[in-house]
């Protein structure tokens, strides 16, 4: 299974940013996707999740209102629109898959990507 992030980089305080996430070696509409996140010196994070169908999504607190997931299943891809980007969004973004929709805790998430860098600059 490869989950490859795509879309990172340096970005303004009130900037927005698209991450993209193209998956492969998996069934990839059977999965529920989401993104997590991790902070230097802190835990990844929860931050948004999408059903296998696209029917239903799941937000952290922290990024409702600014962020939007999305996936297009003819593609493999999921992606996720961040808008009013804060300093405290930096961070490295991992695209997640799992077959669990609940699944909020990284250690139980089935495959992982490499990550990508956002960086918001005040």
């Known amino acids: 299974v490869q989950l490859q992030a795509s879309g990172g980089g340096l970005v303004q305080a009130g900037g927005s940013l698209r991450l993209s996430c193209a998956a492969s070696?998996?069934?990839?509409?059977?999965?529920?996707m989401g993104w997590f996140r991790q902070a230097p010196g802190k835990e990844r994070e929860f931050v948004a999740v999408v059903s296998w169908s696209g029917d239903s999504t799941n937000y952290a607190d922290s990024v409702k209102d600014r962020f939007t997931i999305s996936r297009d299943n003819a593609k493999n891809t999921v992606y996720l629109q961040m808008n009013s980007l804060k300093p405290g969004d930096t961070a490295v973004y991992y695209c997640?898959?799992?077959?669990?929709?609940?699944?909020?805790?990284?250690?139980?998430?089935?495959?992982w990507g490499q990550g990508t860098q956002v960086t918001v600059s005040s």
């Open positions: 070696g998996l069934t990839f509409s059977r999965y529920d």
């Open positions: 997640v898959a799992d077959r669990s929709y609940y699944t909020r805790v990284s250690r139980d998430i089935d495959y």
